[in-house]
């Protein structure tokens, strides 16, 4: 008998193994689809890991219900992928499943309510119940979630199983079908009218003056080469209405045909020469290809707006040559709106994009264009990118390569889609080029110790100098009254002369909404969240105080509910309030706002960006989205609010990212045409990192850093775990996490550190402790993270702590 270890989209330690039908026994392969059922009633969509002979030592093996596909959805080189994922970060198959599969690809069963008695039954029953029964009798089978909503949105469950004990109804299990192919309604000729001479025929037919130029404009169209036609595409070109298309249905010359379409954009797809390199990036693209003979992996520092993108356009160009495909991962969605304009103009149709703001069925498309090799050669994404179906992997471009976006953070598996992008690489035979006017310390550390490749790309585009910074310090500022709200009289006038210029504005604040907090000038109430520990963002917008952690909000009182009194007032400030500030001091210019409130649907970021590439926006006002790689011909003026709030964070990495993103957004400036300027607020001028930005020294920053980090043993002097424990009991997480670390100092001894809370202690309600460890880079990071589960795991089967959440975040950031 033929057995199939599945892989189920749930947080398992195990894959779970299922008998095989006969009837697929020799069809069944590693990467297809099955329904198979779980834990009682339910269905869900397992995908195929391996197939064997070995039976599971278990008393009963329950059966593969449905095949789904009769191609794998998974290539063998993805699933390699999905279990270096799963072991390197410690994540569990099915987690690593539930991210890298679109939703739509993936069924699962919903419990159904059905009546199976007789409508005089239903007697002696609550307003509810009767309720419910009504519904059942008048049309069935109903979803739980469905009765829901006719009892006002209560749980309808303890409701259906008093009428499960009475036999009125029964549950059955239906497997839900989420993706369904988008089709259209197409116009043919019907088969009576398919020859010349029967075509001929249809001029002798009496028609009304409108029918016969809906035929005349469909025959037209039909000439083209167009066998059917849209509907819609019909009666647009003809003026005509749906009514006289039906009548030619009715007469049979016209029939109605539903046609597959895509949901994704039509594309051009003629494809322009892609511009020549300048003599300085010739020589970045000719190092790159010959150390492409020696090492997998390139790392380019190129200096802001030295012309990167046009190198990768080229490699690019190259790798299609070779029949191979390319990924070019972005670590913004902002940024592939923009680089999809300049790659497609040089690639057509043959460039794809793929990103979370994408609906789940268009995903589904995507993937099944890599699957069936349908035309994509190029992919640019976000991380999730990397767990296309990719069939022939040439090259890899991660752009911006030092961004921390590239980490997964929030959930498992909780990869480093930089480093994951470099073992997808190996997996292909790929190389891979890593992009970056400001690398990270261990991308440029790994380059100069020979395990990557280095070139250099010191000097700006058509040699243009780079922008002008002018600092103004925030507390003489405010001492001497040169503050209008939260921009300076430096900033402001730089703004006139900017505007005046013709040229425009980019404000940068790296804090979203209109104040971090608010309190009671009266009694020092601050609202704070009721699930997590941490105060509400005030958004003015909406007068909505909001939990940017778990996304709990309440409205805004004008009276203090502790003291009654009409006492609030707002503290600090994000992009929100700049945007209003601007919008009073620069009434004739049109602003706009990039941060995650604005930017939340799919056309959000694309709409923004274009309005200020074609000026239809004089100032733009963001958090970081506006740092990272955005190329604006006209930007003049960069203004920085306040540098301080990215130079004070309780992490060993605070300078490296404010010198990262301080320079990032500083290369807005004047990228085409002239020196930009750049207005740096701070109220600490003479700090070390804002003098390394003012001179633009990458290596003098990159040496001061490695310096610090040997000596206290950061990366990439050793490697970093950090062991994550949560736990909706105060006192039960500080009992295991005492416990944890005991355990771990009796192998690890000084490497551990903590346990302590971090900056918000408690999330969801849960609070959270911290283990961290550091590890020497020659000790075997698979040993010590087995180790640290065995512990981890002997500690969870205490009674006291089987409800205790343990993770571990390998290589956190």
Sequence with gaps: MTFADIILPFPLAQTYTYAVPDEWEHTLVAGMRVIVPFRGRRFYTGIVLAVHQQAPDVAVVKEITALLDEQPVLRPVQLQFWQWISSYYRAFLGDVYKAALPAGLKLESETMVEWCASEEAATDLSDKELRVCQLLVDKQPHAIAEINKVLDGKDAFPLVKRLLTRGMVQLTEEVQQTYRPKTEVTIALSAAYQTPEQRLALQQTKLSAKQRQLLDVFLELSAEGMPSVSRKTLLEASGCTSAICKALVDKGIFELQAQTVSRLAVVDSSESVLKPLTSAQTTAYEAICAQFGEKQTVLLHGATASGKTEIYSHLIRETLERGEQVLYLVPEIALTTQLTDRLRRAFGARLGVYHSRFSDAERVEIWNNLLQGDGYQVVIGARSALFLPFAKLGLVIVDEEHDTSYKQADSAPRYQARNAAVVLASLHGAKVILGSATPAIESYSNALTGKFGLVELPTRYADIEKPRIITVDLTEAYRKKQMTGHLSDTLIEQMRETLAAGDQVILFQNRRGFAPYVSCKACGWVPRCKHCDVSLTYH???????????????????????CHQPTIETHGFGTEQIEKEVAELFPTQRVARMDLDTTRSKQSFARIIEAFESRSVDILVGTQMVTKGLDFEHAGLVGILNADNLLYYPDFRAHERAFQLLLQVSGR???????????????????????????????AFFDKEMTERELFNYPPYCRLIQIILKHRDAQVLNRAANQLAHSLRHTFSQRVLGPDSPAISRVQNLFIKHILLKIEVAISPEQTKELIDKLASELMQKTEFKSLLVTLDIDPM
């Design 540 to 562: 003015k917008a909406f007068n909505k105080l909001t939990c940017h952690y778990c996304g709990y909000t309440e409205t805004l009182s004008d009276f203090c509910p502790d």
């Design 669 to 699: 400036a004047g990228r085409q045409h002239k020196q930009g300027v750049v207005v740096l607020q701070t109220s600490s001028p003479e700090h070390p990192v804002i003098q390394q930005v003012l001179a633009g020294d990458y290596r």
